[in-house]
Nanobody
Framework: QVQLLESGGGLVQAGGSLRLSCTAS????????MGWFRQAPGKGREFVAR????????VYGDSVKGRFTISRDNAKNTVYLQMNSLKPEDTAIYYC???????????????WGQGTQVTVSS
């Protein structure tokens, strides 16, 4: 069982930046693909970004390409999401998740954090 804990959410003005962190309890953190997803009120869970287990290969959702950057520090069991040029439509609860495969599909992820709220004001 892997426990994930997100932090770093908050309220920011449009155009601003936030950095989210997600710390995992897993001893074998480096063996997991880590992903970030978000869910806005009344909408489904949307893929934001993922980073591969060993190659650090990254994939981004179309709506965040060029603005968000995912990274990981395996020594700290932590994955990050740097969010720049934030827009009001980025407002959502952001979740980190872990899986063994390279996927962008939420149902393929095995473990999920509780989420952290990001609110972008116009």
């Amino acid at each position: 069982q892997v426990q994930l804990l997100e932090s770093g959410g908050g309220l920011v003005q449009a155009g601003g930046s936030l950095r989210l962190s997600c710390t995992a309890s897993a001893r074998t953190f480096s063996g997991y693909t880590m992903g970030w997803f978000r869910q806005a009120p009344g909408k489904g869970r949307e893929f934001v970004a993922r980073i591969s287990r060993y190659t650090m290969f990254t994939v981004y959702g179309d709506s965040v390409k060029g603005r968000f950057t995912i990274s990981r520090d395996n020594a700290k069991n932590t994955v990050y999401l740097q969010m720049n040029s934030l827009k009001p439509e980025d407002t959502a609860i952001y979740y980190c998740a872990a899986t063994f495969t390279g996927t962008t599909i939420p149902s393929d992820y095995l473990y999920w954090g509780q989420g952290t709220q990001v609110t972008v004001s116009s």
